[in-house]
């Protein structure tokens, strides 16, 4: 069986508009080739070899498992451990100690598009070596449910911890047989994953509303009306005083008047307009 090596700019076009509708993440014409890729992986499995009858069956849903596995093979990313330490070092040294300041006594952190769970466990680890006496949580979530596996199974390669300081890293994480490294099961009581599409994130049964949110190199996939639609819907389930933490080449300008910009050292942050 010979698999169609390619597909046409109108068949890309067609998906684009189905993840596009299904998920708000728009995939540009500039990445047909990263998207191509992995919709042939998936048809090769599937034993396919026309795109018309891998779109049928998302179309139809008639595999209904598909779209996972479509969002699953489109939304890989490489992440790992106290990744853009600058924001890190503002949270501990000015958002935390200010929200305290504030009267808070219980933090809640949102970790959206958390992938495998590396920037969840960071926080977690913040939390617990720097403010002891302080209740908090934190949620990751994202569109995948095979990065949500991953997450709460919480079993890490030695790249994705190669910046984990060594004394945390003696604490927090036990060596596999198969050469991983374990997040310690003792210490994911303050952590929880739950598969949410962000276009729906409104409606997402999680603990509401959120002192904290992380939306890191997430949005960068969405267009500006879905940009808007999600930063607002963050905005209308978080607390007053609240921040919101983009990547550091990501903005809100022209997406959101919700929010002021600070400065830190070498990172920028956003606090809530109240």
Request: proline share 3%; net charge positive.
């Amino acid at each position: 069986m010979a698999i169609q090596e390619n597909l046409t700019l109108e068949e890309y076009k067609k998906l684009q508009e189905y993840i596009y509708n299904k998920s708000g993440m728009f995939f540009p014409v500039s990445r047909k080739g990263y998207i191509e890729k992995r919709i042939l992986k998936r048809m090769e499995a599937l034993r396919f070899d026309k795109f018309s009858q891998y779109f049928e069956i998302l179309r139809k849903e008639i595999l209904r498992t598909e779209i996972i596995n479509l969002f699953n093979v489109i939304t890989i990313n490489e992440t790992f451990f106290f990744r853009d330490l600058p924001q890190l070092k503002a949270l501990k040294n000015h958002i935390i100690p200010e929200l305290i300041k504030n009267g808070k006594t219980s933090i809640n952190i949102l970790s959206a598009g958390c992938s495998s769970g590396e920037e969840a466990h960071s926080l977690a680890i913040i939390m617990r070596e720097n403010f002891p006496n302080i209740r908090f949580s934190v949620t990751g979530i994202d569109i995948s449910d095979l990065v949500i596996a991953k997450a709460k199974r919480a079993e890490y390669s030695d790249y994705a911890v190669r910046f984990v300081p060594k004394n945390y890293f003696r604490k927090y994480f036990e060596k596999l047989e198969n050469g991983n490294f374990k997040y310690k099961d003792e210490f994911k009581r303050e952590l929880f994953f739950k598969k949410v599409n962000l276009v729906e994130f409104d409606k997402a049964d999680i603990k509401k509303p959120f002192d904290i949110i992380f939306c890191r190199y997430v949005l960068i996939y969405f267009d500006k009306e879905s940009k808007k639609g999600v930063v607002k819907s963050f905005y209308n389930n978080s607390t007053k005083g609240g921040y919101f933490i983009m990547g550091n080449s990501e903005s809100l300008f022209s997406v959101s008047e919700d929010y002021k910009m600070l400065h830190f050292p070498s990172a920028i942050i956003y606090k809530r307009r109240d």
